[in-house]
């Protein structure tokens, strides 16, 4: 597993947990509007792996952590593109630690052998768009179906979930959130999330306007009613 930074300690990124964030390098999107391009382009990723974090170090800090957390959070870049995920998780959850899965969705059959095994227990998945993906957005073709099986598996688990979107200018409308809305229809949560554009894979989106709380608040509102709970965030 490539772990890319760690955040020792968060109080929002787990709801209900106080955890620690493990950051995984590689994705297999290329989302133009990315924040964390240096966890998704590989030579940015081949820059970074000499500082690469073990994971014996991240063991022992989990070890010495016992008590104090209660959960850990795997998120990326995309962490199911990491070869050795699912044994990783299995030590952690022998550790007694919970986990919450940050993912795109992409690997559904990774997804479902985590949830047949018992390895999670909060998965939130990105929604970029209405689930037929526009490579132009995401950076490459996304096969018909695959999101799809995943919202299933994620909303057929019996855990706890949330989907989540970051809204952009200029990408979603009132119409485009109630597309995708409508895919999710009856799910438990569902996060708009604040735009930033300090820092994005594609230069361009730079010059975007940062998304205003007023308006994720005013979507919010348009869109209750079609999940059980939205969260607004930023």
């Known amino acids: 597993m490539l772990i890319t930074a760690i955040t020792k300690f968060t109080t929002i990124d787990f709801p209900g947990k106080l955890a620690c964030i493990i950051f995984t390098g590689g994705c297999n999107l290329r989302?133009?509007?990315?924040?964390?391009?240096?966890?998704?382009?590989?030579?940015?990723l081949e820059e970074m792996k000499h500082s690469a974090i073990s994971?014996?170090?991240?063991?022992?800090?989990?070890?010495?952590?016992?008590?104090?957390?209660?959960?850990?959070?795997?998120?990326?870049?995309?962490?199911?593109v990491q070869v050795d995920l699912i044994e990783r998780m299995r030590e952690i959850r022998l550790l007694g630690y919970a986990?919450?899965?940050?993912?795109?969705?992409?690997?559904p059959g990774v997804l479902r052998k985590i949830l047949m095994e018992g390895l999670v227990d909060y998965v939130a998945m990105d929604l970029k768009m209405p689930l037929n993906y526009e490579k132009e957005?995401?950076?490459?073709?996304?096969?018909?179906?695959?999101?799809?099986?995943?919202?299933?598996?994620?909303?057929?688990?019996g855990i706890d979930y949330e989907f989540r979107t970051t809204v952009i200018s200029g990408v979603h409308n009132e119409q485009v959130l109630a597309d995708m809305g409508g895919q999710i229809a009856g799910a438990k949560r569902w996060a708009l999330q604040a735009f930033r554009n300090a820092k994005t894979l594609n230069?361009?989106?730079?010059?975007?306007?940062?998304?205003?709380?007023?308006?994720?608040?005013?979507?919010?509102?348009?869109?209750?009613?079609?999940?059980?709970?939205?969260?607004?965030?930023?």
């Open 137 to 157: 957005l995401v950076g490459v073709t996304v096969k018909d179906g695959v999101l799809e099986e995943s919202v299933n598996l994620i909303m057929d688990s």
């Open 203 to 234: 230069p361009d989106f730079e010059k975007v306007a940062n998304t205003q709380r007023g308006e994720l608040e005013r979507l919010a509102e348009k869109m209750k009613g079609i999940v059980k709970e939205m969260i607004v965030r930023g």
């Open 99 to 107: 986990i919450k899965l940050d993912t795109n969705g992409l690997n």
């Open 31 to 44: 989302c133009a509007f990315c924040h964390n391009p240096e966890f998704v382009l590989p030579e940015r």
């Open 55 to 80: 994971f014996e170090t991240v063991m022992n800090f989990l070890k010495a952590r016992k008590g104090m957390l209660e959960g850990v959070v795997i998120c990326g870049g995309e962490p199911t």
